[in-house]
């Protein structure tokens, strides 16, 4: 998923002059866009290097060392939101001793909505209209940096076309427990916080007045649906997608007028061990449903559902609310 966003983002940097073939280009990561940012360079001649997440694991190690990416990848730790906050730590100390390196800033450089564009366009051909057909159209995505579900809603809702109708886009964002994006911070997932959907600082590629809906999903209701898609339609996919996949069921089964499309972001090989591998222990997706909340004192595992109405970014953390 991220290729196109790498891809579009560094052809628009050489194209304006930012930066030259055989620059470095860095960014943190914790495994996607690695990859895309590693095969980007080596399309157009460029260095790159990558501070990466304790999460990413021998095969992409292997894939980036094959591309001449350069790798450091944080020491093991439990606490993904900590292994966030390290990293960007030490893209700045990088900087400070290669002050020539470009950081990409995938997190905060609206640059990577570039290369949604042409998807867009793809998915507006494929279901009839901006705007799906007559009973409009719901993408479901995991929110991460901001820029796949941005980037997608306002090119399906005509904002690069000011002579296109307004379309009935609604967007809906999944996101972990765990995540400050949307105040989520005060409610701890025993698991694990899902890399790359959520959050432990502020993202300046988060629109938050384009989202209808939000979705916190726990790990094990990701797991569940994670091992369901594959199961049911044969879709090996990672955590994350298995999260959206949940969350696209439910809104299909609310509005079944609606076209629905999810993201589905990676594979699952780098989720064997840690997901797949407990397929006994998934629920069954009958067996699980979302808590419908009015605000984020509310919020409870394993599954919470609110209606955002494309409200502005939450004003500081929610103190949690009596039960």
């Not at 399906?156 to 995540?179: I, K």
């Not at 726990?218 to 090996?236: E, M």
């Not at 989720?271 to 605000?295: F, G, I, M, N, Q």
Request: with cysteine; proline share 5%; glycine share 10%.
């Amino acid at each position: 998923m991220k290729a196109v966003s790498a891809l579009a983002a560094v052809r628009h940097l050489l194209d304006t002059g930012a930066v030259r073939r055989g620059d470095t280009l860095l960014d943190s990561s914790s495994g996607i866009y690695a990859y895309a940012l590693a095969l980007a360079c080596h399309r157009y001649g460029m260095r790159c290097h990558i501070v990466g997440s304790t999460t990413v694991d021998r095969t992409l190690r292997t894939q980036l060392a094959v591309l001449g990416a350069t790798l450091e990848q944080m020491e093991p730790c439990s606490d993904l939101k900590l292994d966030q906050k390290r990293r960007v730590e030490r893209v700045h100390e990088i900087l400070a001793e290669h002050p020539e390196y470009h950081w990409m800033r995938q997190y905060h450089d609206d640059v990577h909505y570039l290369g949604y564009r042409a998807i867009a366009d793809r998915i507006r051909e494929a279901v009839g209209g901006a705007g799906g057909d007559a009973a409009g159209f719901t993408l479901v995505g995991g929110v991460g940096s901001g820029a796949s579900t941005g980037a997608l809603a306002r090119y399906l809702r005509g904002a690069d076309d000011p002579a296109r109708p307004p379309a009935d886009v609604e967007l809906v964002g999944v996101q972990p427990y765990g995540s400050l994006t949307f105040g989520a911070e005060h409610v701890p997932d025993p698991e694990i916080i899902i890399a790359g959907i959520g959050s432990s600082i502020p993202f300046g590629n988060v629109s938050h007045e384009l989202y209808d809906t939000l979705h916190w999903i726990s790990f094990d209701a990701a797991l569940a649906g994670s091992v369901d898609l594959l199961r049911r339609h044969a879709v090996f996919a990672g955590l994350s997608t298995g999260a959206c996949y949940l969350a696209a069921r439910h809104e299909r089964e609310r509005a079944p007028e609606r076209t629905v499309l999810f993201i589905a972001a990676d594979t699952g090989h780098r989720y064997v061990d840690t997901v797949y591998a407990r397929h006994r222990e998934a629920k069954a997706l009958t067996d699980l449903a979302p808590r419908e909340v009015a605000d984020q004192r509310q919020l409870a595992l394993p599954w919470s559902r609110m209606h955002w109405n494309r409200a502005p970014a939450p004003a500081g953390p929610p103190r949690p609310g009596r039960r």
